[in-house]
């Protein structure tokens, strides 16, 4: 039987995942490009986590003719 507090932690991250793909989508349309990864070892005691090692943006002031 599933239990119902975690259904909706379910539904909650997934409305979660849903902002932060489109948080991410807007950046990346400016040419900023966040690099995620996982961290942490997947225990009971040590759950894994999302961290953002770097947030870049690559801009150009002038255009050169290669």
């Not at 942490?40 to 003719?65: C, L, R």
């Amino acid at each position: 039987m599933k239990d119902p507090k975690v259904t909706e932690l379910v539904k909650q991250l997934e409305k979660d995942i849903v902002a932060l793909n489109k948080t991410w989508r807007v950046l990346q349309q400016k040419d900023v490009y966040v690099k995620l990864n996982v961290r942490g070892q997947s225990t009971y005691t040590e759950p894994k986590y999302i961290e953002v090692d770097d947030i870049t943006q690559h801009v150009n002031y002038m255009k050169v003719e290669k």
